[in-house]
């Protein structure tokens, strides 16, 4: 097999985006499932679906500090009710509210049976009582049937779906896991993900560069990126720019789930790696994206396992991670397909860029005087990453637009924390 040329097979952002997602479901993944305690499920990709264990909330509950009152009796407020006793949070009332009663009610607490209403305290005062007589309130306000009650079962019914198979577990997540009861769930099995960066002139973090040299700082970011993504990062050693070596790297990465190279896809005379890749057999679906930075892309298979080539220039390596790696790896743990959700924001200064790539261009966005704006961050282009570490977000400016003005409204994609 020849060298592939990379004209032929550039495609738009959406273009790739979509083919990267096809590609993993047409795969029909099947990712092994693992059962983990909850307190260790963060993170993690739930494999199974999980039920309402009860109604929620299991009871009519109070979400005010009141009185249980029948709303029928507050037609024509005020009303004078007698007061028959108290029910708070970890309680409940053990007789029924007849006509013209109430109960006092702590937010919290279950609803007693013939009332269908709480008064807000607020909105009563107490009368005195006399010589052991009940309490008497008297309501100034009349309240619609069901005011300040959450209705049992109104969250959920029994049964019912709360989280779907496939949904990542965060905070949210994990509570309403504790909520149903559930000390341990099923979760897929994380992918595992070699990373390999190539170049001659990349050398360990450990080592002291020669001045001609860079640090292999990609494989520390993107082993971040791997691990945020919900994969598990394998390093390889670095590849130096020779095919055989590089082959020879490549097979190692086999037992992984998924390769990531870094370096070596741009159309110079030692950029190896899909010349490497084709000469092993590989597949490959596209080898650039019309964006900035990042076009020199190259997605593929080998043997059954995907892979990214991914450039080398370090802001580069980041943002393509971010726009295809990321949803791979998303899909290879079992997670359900999301789309990238992009906020809109002002721009804080004119832009000018050549048209026909999407730019992705590190910038800061706050809010000034209630608006969304967004700035970029002074970069010197996709080796900076100082530049990167300053920005909260990317702007991003579709290939059509050249000229951006002070105002316009643009679309900005939050960096991941
Ligand atoms: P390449 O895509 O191989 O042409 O690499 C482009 C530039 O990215 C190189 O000149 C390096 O400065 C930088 N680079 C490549 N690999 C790494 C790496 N692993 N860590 C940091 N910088 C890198
Ligand atoms: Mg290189």
Same mark, same amino acid.
């Given at each position: 097999m020849g /060298?592939?040329t990379? #004209?032929?097979?550039?495609?738009?952002y959406?273009?790739?985006? #979509?083919l +990267?997602?096809?590609?993993l479901?047409?795969?029909k993944? =099947?990712?092994?499932?693992e059962?983990?305690?909850l307190?260790?499920?963060?993170?993690?990709?739930?494999?199974e679906?999980v039920?309402?264990?009860?109604?929620?909330?299991?009871?009519h509950r109070a979400i005010? =500090?009141g009185?249980?009152?029948r709303? *029928?009796?507050?037609?024509q407020?005020?009303?004078?009710?007698e007061?028959i006793g108290? +029910?708070r949070?970890?309680?409940?009332?053990p !007789?029924?509210?007849?006509? *013209?009663?109430?109960?006092?009610?702590?937010? !919290?607490?279950?609803l007693?049976?013939?009332?269908?209403? @709480?008064v807000?305290?607020?909105? #009563?005062?107490?009368?005195?009582? #006399?010589?052991?007589?009940?309490?008497?309130v008297?309501v %100034?306000?009349?309240?619609a049937?069901?005011?300040n009650?959450?209705?049992?079962?109104?969250?959920?019914?029994p049964?019912a +779906?709360?989280?779907?198979r496939?949904?990542?577990? /965060?905070?949210?997540?994990?509570?309403?896991?504790?909520?149903?009861?559930?000390?341990?769930?099923?979760?897929?099995?994380?992918?595992?993900?070699?990373?390999?960066? /190539?170049g001659?002139?990349?050398?360990?973090?450990?080592?002291r560069?020669?001045?001609f040299q860079?640090?292999?700082s990609?494989a520390?970011?993107?082993?971040?990126?791997?691990?945020?993504a919900?994969?598990?990062?394998?390093?390889?050693?670095?590849?130096?720019?020779?095919? =055989?070596?590089?082959?020879?790297?490549?097979?190692?990465?086999?037992?992984?789930?998924?390769l %990531?190279l870094? $370096?070596?896809?741009?159309? !110079?005379?030692?950029?190896?790696?899909e010349?490497?890749?084709g000469?092993?057999?590989?597949?490959f679906?596209?080898?650039?994206v019309?964006?900035?930075? !990042?076009?020199?892309?190259?997605? $593929?298979?080998?043997?059954?396992?995907?892979?990214?080539?991914?450039?080398?220039?370090? @802001?580069? /390596?980041?943002?393509?991670f971010?726009?295809?790696a990321?949803?791979?790896?998303?899909? &290879?743990g079992?997670?359900?397909?999301?789309?990238?959700v992009?906020?809109?924001?002002? &721009?804080?200064q004119? @832009?000018?860029?050549k048209?026909? %790539?999407?730019a992705?261009?590190?910038?800061r966005?706050?809010?000034r005087?209630?608006?969304p704006?967004v700035?970029?961050?002074?970069?010197?282009?996709?080796?900076? %990453?100082?530049?990167?570490?300053q920005?909260?977000?990317?702007l991003?400016?579709?290939?059509?637009?050249s000229?951006l003005?002070?105002g316009?409204?643009?679309?900005?994609l939050?960096k991941?924390?």
């Amino acid at each position: 097999m020849g /060298t592939p040329t990379h #004209s032929d097979t550039v495609l738009t952002y959406e273009q790739a985006l #979509s083919l +990267v997602h096809e590609k993993l479901r047409q795969a029909k993944l =099947d990712p092994a499932i693992e059962s983990v305690l909850l307190q260790e499920a963060g993170g993690r990709v739930l494999g199974e679906d999980v039920r309402a264990d009860r109604a929620y909330p299991p009871f009519h509950r109070a979400i005010r =500090d009141g009185y249980a009152v029948r709303a *029928a009796d507050l037609a024509q407020p005020p009303a004078v009710l007698e007061c028959i006793g108290e +029910v708070r949070a970890g309680e409940h009332f053990p !007789g029924a509210v007849g006509p *013209a009663q109430c109960v006092s009610i702590m937010t !919290g607490a279950p609803l007693p049976p013939g009332a269908d209403a @709480v008064v807000m305290v607020e909105h #009563s005062r107490v009368e005195p009582a #006399s010589g052991g007589r009940p309490g008497r309130v008297n309501v %100034l306000r009349s309240v619609a049937c069901g005011e300040n009650v959450v209705k049992q079962g109104s969250e959920a019914a029994p049964g019912a +779906v709360v989280l779907r198979r496939g949904r990542r577990l /965060t905070a949210a997540e994990l509570g309403l896991l504790a909520m149903v009861g559930r000390g341990q769930v099923n979760v897929f099995r994380r992918p595992a993900v070699a990373v390999l960066p /190539t170049g001659d002139e990349i050398v360990p973090v450990e080592r002291r560069p020669e001045w001609f040299q860079i640090r292999n700082s990609n494989a520390v970011a993107l082993s971040a990126q791997v691990a945020a993504a919900g994969g598990v990062p394998k390093l390889l050693p670095i590849a130096p720019d020779r095919a =055989d070596r590089l082959r020879k790297l490549i097979a190692d990465a086999f037992p992984y789930d998924l390769l %990531l190279l870094s $370096g070596g896809v741009s159309m !110079g005379k030692f950029d190896l790696v899909e010349e490497a890749l084709g000469s092993m057999g590989a597949e490959f679906f596209f080898q650039g994206v019309a964006i900035r930075p !990042g076009k020199p892309l190259v997605f $593929g298979r080998l043997q059954g396992k995907f892979f990214f080539g991914l450039p080398g220039n370090p @802001v580069s /390596t980041y943002v393509t991670f971010e726009l295809f790696a990321r949803p791979a790896i998303a899909a &290879l743990g079992g997670a359900a397909p999301e789309e990238p959700v992009f906020l809109r924001a002002r &721009l804080a200064q004119p @832009v000018r860029l050549k048209l026909g %790539l999407r730019a992705f261009l590190p910038a800061r966005a706050r809010a000034r005087n209630g608006d969304p704006v967004v700035e970029l961050v002074g970069w010197q282009g996709s080796g900076d %990453l100082v530049g990167l570490a300053q920005a909260n977000c990317f702007l991003v400016i579709p290939p059509e637009r050249s000229d951006l003005a002070a105002g316009d409204w643009v679309d900005v994609l939050p960096k991941p924390g």
